[in-house]
């Protein structure tokens, strides 16, 4: 290894910064992208709540009225359920393939009873 005997330290200049910022941004632009995504899905988790909130209320008012519960209403339940677990699976980095909108929306295997 050598030594800068009697030379003055390399000084990095700002147009070798700045390019070196700009070469670190483009090098990682795919995970800049992947964390704006990530804090959209964040955001969706809240209005997934919210959403589920409303189906369990309407489904149990549903219930008591009628005796069983809304069949659209508990397809779109499961599918939001799938979808649900797509977007933590990603947001987790256990999936590197974002969820809907990126990909289709999941459909449940089987149909409610």
Known sequence: ??????????????????????????????????GVLMLLYVLALGLI????????????????ITGGPNALVRDFGASLA???????????????QPPFPFRAWPRPSQPGP
Request: proline letters at 3%.
């Open 49 to 64: 709540k919210l959403a589920v909130t409303l189906i369990a209320v309407f489904q149990f008012g549903y219930i008591l």
């Open 82 to 96: 799938l979808f649900t677990g797509e977007l933590v699976a990603y947001l987790v980095c256990a999936d590197d």
């Open 1 to 34: 290894m050598e030594e800068n005997k009697g030379q003055p330290p390399q000084i990095v200049t700002s147009d070798t910064l700045a390019q070196r910022v700009a070469d670190w941004f483009v090098a990682t632009q795919d995970h800049w992208k992947r």
